[in-house]
């Protein structure tokens, strides 16, 4: 992947000025954005909703829906004293929500509605219980997020523990935010995740894979958070988001297809609290699963006047999945062809299956990253690897041209969920000003474990998947030189079988010093992050990384290879630094990427651990005490929304 060649960059600019015969007129039903009204009229470069076929409200009066049902239905609540007025620009598209008087019922020309059925007494003490620097936000936006997936309704990694706790973060501070994910039931005990969404009963038909394809749409409002499933049967099956134990799935196209016509259409069709979220829209469209939002926004919406003031970032959690499926399928995803060369990809000879191959092939990502509006990634060092040969994977030249609206925002954590002083999965509680609950910690997990309990020695801990990306080869070639020292050593994680089959068998060699749980267990995790002294991540890249977060906010030391999110979160402890007085360093950082580099910083961490235990509570204090807040986060994307309006579409 590291070699592979960029075919061509395509200007986003292309001259599309055909509209469909039939675009103006519908049955219901059909694909578009306009697909479930009767009929639509043109006003100042936007396509105007009249009516919607078989009458009747549910639009809160946005769209000549039923007034007065809303009214009555709310008039206790809007008697108390807060509404969501709505927000139109000059040619009557919605554009937002803001807070109003009850004395005042019509703003701007339409009535004032009650948004997700939360009335105004509930909203003011949820309020009240929240920082008021929270809300504090110059200007408020609608936020789209699309995703594969969203915890805690779907997840198998980071994608999902960002998606499930930006939006709730960006909500408190005051934005309209909706999540759009794909419904997954694959038979266990997880679909009891969904039961809370309720079936909207709004079924659209989108035009893609050569056919009318049908999802219908799920709705629960949580924490001040729109999330809305797309339904369909491709997305009910066993197995996690992108396949089972087989490997991926063979049409996961097609699926991801699907939810990204599907979110376009969400904020123009779903009266989610009453009214849809209008073209005004911000998109955070996330890997390639979500890479065709911005490339149907430019292809499919802009040129008939819809989403003209709507904007996209793509969000680059993982550069090494990109979406590249064989150039035939490009028929199949809904596009006009004369924007191919947007998404057209061809590989190198050597990466050919054949000297007749002419290697042609589509490229998700590659799409997003020439159309989106900007582009973030989820730490400032891995927006700089990415623009380079080794961290590009194909894609540096491109990125390397959008540099000027290319950044980087650390991910945060939920520090709700992790926190030493109230988390119920471990043996004892502590803070960083009493860290005495940490040691009982340690000596549960020995017990657990079987290992002998010795709260003297020093415990390394490592969690996360058994492949290569996350140097595990490294740490197998350094076992037998680190269990000759005394120490215990604790991993937990599942993946790649010959590490698997690894761990059991190190087990069996190091008795006393090794335990190896192959699966994933959530309170285990819990406890191993709080038991352990020091957390080994060897990656040989990381966007961002949360495990070191976690640690850090545990008092335990992170040792990590100096890349991506790792090097921008953990600060280098250095003894001998002038002025350094114990105020500095969070863990310890190795490059280069050698079993002998990462061996030295553990050594290191094992000489500091025992012979200098005032340094040691400092690094445990100082990483205790950092912000990884997802409030801080926000602050931050506020920040890159912003730009992103001061621009007009980049395509």
């Not at 009555?72 to 598209?93: P, T, V, W, Y």
């Not at 079924?203 to 999802?215: L, N, R, S, T, W």
């Not at 339904?231 to 097609?254: I, T």
């Not at 002025?579 to 969070?586: A, D, F, H, I, K």
Request: charged share 20%.
């Amino acid at each position: 992947m590291e070699s592979l060649a960029i075919n061509q960059v395509v200007s986003c600019k292309l001259p599309i000025n055909l509209i469909p015969q039939d675009f103006m007129f519908r049955p219901r039903r059909e694909v578009g954005f306009g697909s479930l009204w009767r009929g639509s009229i043109r006003s100042n470069g936007f396509l105007r909703v009249l009516k919607k076929e078989g009458g009747g409200g549910g639009y809160g009066g946005v769209f000549g829906g039923s007034k007065d049902e809303d009214r009555d239905s709310n008039a206790e609540e809007n008697e108390k004293g807060i509404f969501l007025g709505m927000e139109r620009d000059g040619s009557g598209s919605v554009i937002g929500l803001n807070l109003g008087s009850h004395h005042s019922e019509i703003s701007g020309g339409t009535e004032v509605i009650n948004s997700h059925e939360v009335t105004a007494i509930d909203m003011e003490e949820e309020y009240e219980e929240i920082e008021e620097d929270i809300f504090k936000t110059k200007v408020t936006y609608n936020v789209v997020f699309v995703t594969a997936e969203a915890a805690p309704y779907s997840k198998t990694g980071g994608l999902g523990d960002v998606c499930g706790s930006l939006p709730i973060a960006l909500a408190r501070r005051g934005h309209r935010v909706m999540v759009v994910s794909p419904r997954y039931l694959n038979g266990t005990h997880s679909e009891k995740n969904f039961s809370g969404a309720c079936d909207l009963n709004q079924c659209i038909m989108v035009f893609c894979f050569g056919g009318a394809q049908e999802v219908a749409f799920f709705h629960e409002y949580r924490d001040g958070v729109d999330w809305v499933f797309v339904d369909h049967p491709s997305y009910h099956r066993p197995g996690n988001p992108y396949g089972d134990s087989h490997g991926c799935f063979g049409d996961n196209q097609f699926r991801f297809t699907l939810l990204c016509h599907a979110a376009c259409e969400a904020p123009l069709v779903l009266p989610l609290g009453g009214c849809t979220y209008g073209e005004k829209c911000l998109f955070l469209v996330n890997d390639w699963h979500a890479g065709l939002v911005p490339v149907l926004l430019a292809s499919k919406y802009r040129p008939f006047g819809v989403y003209r003031e709507a904007r996209s970032i793509l969000v680059i959690h993982n550069l090494a999945h990109q979406g590249v499926e064989p150039a035939a399928s490009y028929k199949n995803l809904g596009l006009a062809p004369e924007w191919y060369g947007a998404l057209g990809w061809v590989f190198p000879p050597w990466a050919r299956t054949h000297a007749l191959d002419p290697g042609e092939a589509v490229n998700i990502l590659k799409g997003a990253v020439v159309t989106a509006d900007r582009l973030l990634t989820v730490s400032e060092g891995y927006s700089w690897e990415i623009t380079t040969v080794d961290g590009g994977y194909g894609l540096h030249d491109l990125l390397s041209n959008r540099k000027s609206v290319l950044n980087g925002i650390t991910n945060g954590i939920d520090v709700v969920e992790w926190d030493p002083s109230l988390d119920e999965h471990i043996a004892s509680h502590y803070t960083a000003d009493d860290l005495s609950g940490k040691v009982q910690c340690k000596i549960s997990l020995q017990k657990e474990l079987g290992l002998p309990v010795r709260p003297e020695v020093p415990l390394i801990g490592f969690i996360g998947r058994l492949d290569y990306q996350k140097g595990i080869d490294l740490i197998r070639l350094a076992t037998p030189e680190l269990m000759q020292d005394d120490v215990q050593f604790v991993m937990l994680g599942s993946g790649d079988p010959q590490y698997e089959d690894w761990m059991r068998t190190a087990e069996s060699d190091y008795t006393d010093k090794f335990r190896g749980w192959v699966g994933f267990n959530v309170p285990i995790s819990h406890r191993i992050t709080a038991g352990c002294d020091i957390l080994l991540m060897p990656s040989r890249f990381e966007p961002c990384g949360l495990n070191q977060l976690y640690a850090m906010r545990y008092g335990t030391i992170p040792v990590v290879h100096a890349t991506g999110g790792l090097r921008d979160t953990v600060q280098n402890f250095n003894p001998y630094a002038e002025q350094v007085s114990g105020e500095e360093g969070t863990g310890w950082l190795f490059s280069p990427l050698t079993k002998e580099s990462m061996v030295g910083a553990v050594k290191t961490a094992i000489l500091t651990y025992r012979e200098h235990k005032e340094s040691w509570e400092g690094l445990m204090r100082r990483g205790m005490k950092r912000d990884f807040t997802w409030e801080s986060a926000a602050k931050q994307y506020e920040q890159v929304f912003e730009w992103a309006f001061i621009d007009p579409p980049y395509c």
